[in-house]
């Protein structure tokens, strides 16, 4: 069965304490595996794509990675305004429904 | 601005009502989808529509309804079968040529 597992929960950090976020799946063909950032009270905002093992993409202090198993978000040197909940998705090559995570909520204190 | 409004922001109901939740796009998307959000718990798949005329129910249909008469829009009915409709619901649309969806801003529901 298709399935997709965050971990932690919850992370608290120190502003400039990097840190990673996993994200574990298990899924037969995958099409893409896809991160959102989401702030309280509001729709998730789209991060990154990616499609294949051994890929990797960055925007500002955020830095994703692929594996055959797992997905790591990368957050360096961290600032409050990074403090929000990240949500990791894959597509399966079954059809074009995205399978969420519950999310890692991330806490930067300054 | 391109992009996807959802109202209104904040909905209340009394339980055995039924209500219905906005979704327009101006993206040009071709398949939308309606989420619902609860604390704790990943977005899971209410319905989604790939064309206009056309949905699927997805992993958790029952006591919702939906229509897509127009490709821009895709409300959400709310009915009174549905057992614990309070939660936030998210509406997302994606364009043919990738797996990418965008979120709204969302809906919080209360049915009390």
């Known amino acids: 069965e298709d399935q997709v597992t965050q971990s932690p929960e919850a992370l608290r950090l120190q502003e400039g304490e990097s840190s990673s976020l996993n994200c574990s799946y298990t899924?037969?063909?995958?099409?893409?595996l896809f991160w959102y950032r989401q702030d309280p009270g509001k729709g998730p905002e789209f991060l990154f794509t990616?499609?294949?093992a051994g890929e990797e993409k960055e925007k500002e202090r955020l830095k994703a990675t692929l594996t055959k198993k797992e997905s790591f978000l990368h957050i360096t040197a961290p600032k409050p305004e990074d403090s929000a909940t990240y949500l990791c998705a894959f597509a399966s090559s079954n059809d074009y429904k995205l399978s969420f995570g519950a999310g890692t909520t991330v806490t930067v204190r300054a | 601005d391109g992009g996807i409004t959802q109202s209104p922001k904040y909905l209340f109901r009394k339980e055995g009502q039924n209500v219905t939740l906005s979704c327009e796009q101006n993206l040009n998307h071709d398949a939308m989808y309606w989420y619902r959000q609860d604390p704790g718990q990943g977005l899971r798949l209410i319905y989604y529509s790939q064309i206009v005329n056309d949905f699927q129910k997805g992993d958790i249909a029952e006591g919702y309804s939906v229509s897509r008469e127009k490709k821009e829009s895709f409300p959400l009915t709310v009915t009174s079968a549905q057992k614990n409709p309070t939660a936030f619901y998210l509406c997302?649309?994606?364009?043919?040529?990738?797996?990418?969806?965008?979120f709204g801003p969302g809906t919080r529901l209360t049915v009390t």
């Open positions: 990616l499609y294949s």
């Open positions: 997302a649309s994606r364009d043919f040529r990738s797996y990418e969806q965008y």
């Open positions: 899924v037969s063909g995958l099409r893409g």
